[in-house]
């Protein structure tokens, strides 16, 4: 049953947060599971089905801004995705410069510049060479189903928050008169 | 060629995919928004067909604006 209290902004917070991390939490975390996992089952699908056309590039913080912060909504998919992409970036460098590859703690501190312009290029050439660049149309569907599944999850945030912050729990309990109970 | 790493041939029949989307689209909106999940099914499907409806409407409006006016 579903219950309702006062303001409650330590879980509007929490369920905002975890909604955001993984999609659908932030509902399981308030009671609501079913539409926890249609939510979580639903974003990160479609965000992992655009990954899937658009291959290992189609996060791209430097090409496509707009689209990579709508990726980043998607939690923990976006954030992962976002470090494949730069590893895969990172290793085209050095392979073009004859180095060895980029150790974790290279890349976390930002040892190797590779976010500029002119290593732009040579990006854009090896990936086009190792079939690694983004396709005709398969870019466009790529995108559109990441970065939608990203504005999808703004919108499960934002329900998760509002519902942790009133201090609702649980499923509404469907009443038994069939007049009130219409769609 | 590797998953989720090498992107994919997808055709010239991509608009299709726009279908998925809607569906997908819908789910995630009424899930959200419908207050008992019995309705849910209902509800989405309304949406899904609401959804390509519009868009299939929209698509023939701007096919005719640059077809007959532009």
């Not at chain 1, 396709?135 to 329900?159: E, H, W």
């Amino acid at each position: 049953m579903a219950k309702s209290g006062n303001v409650n902004v330590v879980w509007g917070v929490v369920a905002g947060v975890l909604a955001w991390v993984i999609p659908g939490a932030g509902h399981a975390f308030l009671g609501r599971w079913i539409r926890g996992a249609i939510i979580f089952l639903c974003i990160n699908g479609l965000f992992w089905s655009g990954v899937y056309v658009g291959g290992v590039f189609t996060v791209d913080p430097i090409k496509e801004k707009w689209w990579y912060m709508a990726q980043m909504c998607t939690g923990a998919s976006g954030v992962y995705s976002l470090s494949r992409q730069a590893a895969q970036r990172a290793a085209l460098v050095a392979e073009d410069r004859g180095l060895p590859p980029e150790t974790p703690a290279e890349r976390a501190w930002g040892r190797r510049n590779v976010s500029s312009s002119d290593v732009q290029q040579t990006v854009d050439r090896l990936a086009a060479e190792k079939g690694l660049a983004l396709v005709d149309k398969g870019d466009q569907v790529a995108r559109a189903y990441s970065g939608i599944a990203g504005m999808l999850n703004i919108l499960c945030i934002f329900d998760a928050l509002m519902l942790g912050l009133m201090g609702r729990r649980g499923e509404p309990v469907p009443p038994r008169s069939p007049q009130e109970d219409r769609p | 060629m590797t998953m989720f790493t090498n992107p994919v041939l997808i055709g010239s029949n991509y608009l299709w995919l726009l279908v998925p989307l809607c569906m997908v689209l819908a789910l995630v909106y009424k899930t959200i928004r419908v207050q008992y999940l019995r309705h849910l099914p209902l509800a989405v499907l309304g949406l899904w067909v609401y959804i390509l409806l519009g868009l299939s409407a929209l698509g023939a409006a701007f096919y005719l604006l640059l077809e007959y006016v532009a």
